[in-house]
Nanobody, 121 residues
Framework: QVQLVESGGGLVQPGGSLRLSCAASGSIFSIYTMGWYRQAPGKQRELVAGITRSGSTNYADSVKGRFTISRDNAKNTVYLQMNSLKPEDTAVYYC???????????????WGQGTQVTVSS
């Protein structure tokens, strides 16, 4: 069994910064892609940023230049540094990981429980 646990959400003023963390634990052989998604009220869940095990990254256009995704493979942890936050960044942020529990098994998508980010004055 694998668990992804997010932390670091909260309330921040426009222009402020937050850093989200997501630690994976359990029966893990390797994690390929890790990513952050978000879902605002009344909207579909969307990809914010993703990172492969080798460090290749991709970002939603709306966060390019403001958010930075990184990971620590030794700790099975992914981070999201969010700067210059805007009210439209308000959402529940979810961590995702493509986890291989054994080299002979296919990867399985796991999700964290979500952490609320609210940008408001």
């Amino acid at each position: 069994q694998v668990q992804l646990v997010e932390s670091g959400g909260g309330l921040v003023q426009p222009g402020g910064s937050l850093r989200l963390s997501c630690a994976a634990s359990g029966s893990i052989f390797s994690i390929y892609t890790m990513g952050w998604y978000r879902q605002a009220p009344g909207k579909q869940r969307e990809l914010v940023a993703g990172i492969t095990r080798s460090g290749s990254t991709n970002y939603a256009d709306s966060v390019k230049g403001r958010f930075t995704i990184s990971r620590d493979n030794a700790k099975n942890t992914v981070y999201l540094q969010m700067n210059s936050l805007k009210p439209e960044d308000t959402a529940v942020y979810y961590c995702n990981g493509a986890v291989y529990e054994d080299e002979s098994l296919p990867g399985v998508d796991y999700w964290g429980q979500g952490t609320q980010v609210t940008v408001s004055s």
